[in-house]
């Protein structure tokens, strides 16, 4: 049977996942494809080499380095030897930690750093989306006056103001928490705060403006004239209608909840990939750096992916279009 | 539209928190501006000194180093600001015109112009700051060129969007199709005709894209990578406290307040900004 009338048997629903799916993933190879190339060339045109550092390797050994690693083919050659690895899945050696690759690296810290990130997620949306929900659903009392706080603070307290701020407040006064390090699961609470707080507030912001909009439309009105409970209509009726706007805000937190790891894992002391790639940066090490932002990227457009198809299920008009 | 024009003054003037917020900002960017004049010689080192708490002689007291910690905040703020400052105009002046050129051309132009905007937002901006990290890991100099520059670079796509849909709206307008009629040229109506219109949501944009900014450098300065010592933002300020916030918290806590407290008047003029010159414009 040819694929032409195989598509045509399909339903209009399938036929759109089909096509979102290979349009996702041509697009995904792309921004994978720039972000690479954008990043390869950049880091080799910083001034400095991964083997000039402080102490001055003799000529003939670092002859022998750059031969190993390839740094005295011609740039075009390095890159396309680098994306040929980076099909099989190998992100090469660290230049700067003898006897590791790059994943090894990235094996040790990913779990540390997901973890943070992940609870950081959880937390804001956990919080943020009742939060919004609750002060949209009594506008102006005592709980919006909280949350309007709340959103204000989220937005002016950067990560790195706020895990000082925390340390000081419930490890060195309060004795609560550990001020540092990741031996328990309850070392994840002052990390997952100071990183989650910001899009905490964007999310509340959000689906706080999101129910009041879908709230003073008529199905509300109707749903209310019925009679249903208060919390059925809040949840059952009005939300799926004011979520759009926090889903879409994912793929952004994200991002932010990545870059501000960086900060996070150094201020709690948090031997997660942050570090390595503040080093590596410093020392040149390119395949560790790339193999860090290409991860990151990969992530992203995981996410940002996701978050467009839960998008086209949500709303059927999205699929029309 | 027009309508919401003509609402935009009083409405703006009548938001009291607003204008107490900007004497706020205005008072901080005076004094930061006048604090060389006054202060010269007590922001030299004393080591004799040390670290001190804060006292009547020394406000917020005393970095490791016995140098006054309020006249160094004074110091940080003025390059903080002329940072967000000079990298939020950046923005401006690269957001503006691309998103007045798409608005303007729609169609494929715009198609395109705009699908570069979007590959833009998906890409990481912690890619550009692993960027900077590399090239200026080991010689932080001429560091307050590049973070405008950098910052400036990396801020301008929610301006062109904003900018684009505009004038995806104007372009309908009667006034552009007669002076399109007599002959202006498509750039003389760009720059005379539709981005003069845009100019509120671009002020109210511009004030939000400012405490975005000055976070991202204080960011950028917590990892040591902002402007080089002896000059100091809050950012590196925060940064030098953190190594020994154990022992002298002060030197913690007044950045971190002043810059939160500094970020929230940004966020509320923005805000107020918006409300008065577009009602619908929401943050995203």
Known sequence: MDPARIIGKMTPAARFWIRFAARRAARALIVIFIVAAASFFLLRAAPGGPFS???????????????????????????????????????GPSFRNADFTVQDLIAIGLPKTAAIGACALLFAIGI?????????????????????????AGLAVPNFVLGPFLVMFFSLILHWFEPGGLEAPADLVLPAVALGMGPLAVILRLARAGMLDVLSLDYIQFARAKGLRERTILFRHALPGAISPVLTYLGPACAAILAGSLVVESIFSIPGIGGYVVRGAANRDYPLVMGVVLLGTAFLVIMNTIVDALYAAIDPRIRRS | MSADANRKGPRFVEHRAARAWILCIMILTAASFAAPIFTNAESAQNLALGATPP???????????????????????RISLLIGAGATLLSVLIGVPYGAAAGYFGGRADGLLMAAVDILYGLPSILFVLLLLAWFGREPGQSMLFLFIGLGAISWLTTARIVRARCLA??????????????????????????????????????????????????????????????????TLLNDGMQSFREYPWLVLAPGIALAVTLAAFYNIGDALRDAFDPRERPR
């Open chain 1, 53 to 91: 550092g402080d102490r001055a390797l003799p000529p003939s050994i670092l002859r022998i380095v750059e031969e190993r690693y390839r740094l005295n083919d011609p740039i075009y050659l390095q890159f396309f030897h680098y994306l040929q690895n980076l099909l099989r899945g190998d992100l």
């Open chain 1, 128 to 152: 943020g989306l009742p939060l919004g929900v609750a002060a949209a659903a009594r506008r102006s009392g005592a709980i919006d006056r909280i949350a309007g706080g709340i959103a204000v």
């Open chain 2, 55 to 77: 006292s009547w002689a020394h406000l917020l007291g005393t970095d490791a180093l016995g140098r006054d910690l309020a006249i160094r905040m004074l110091d940080g703020a």
């Open chain 2, 170 to 235: 104007i372009r309908e307008l009667d006034f552009v199709t007669s002076a399109r009629l007599s002959g202006v040229s498509h750039a003389r109506i760009i720059l005379k005709h539709l981005i003069p219109q845009t100019s509120g949501a671009v002020i109210a944009y511009a004030t939000l894209t400012m405490p975005r900014v000055m976070m991202e450098e204080a960011f950028l300065s917590f990892l040591g990578l902002g402007v080089a010592p002896p000059r100091a933002s809050w950012g």
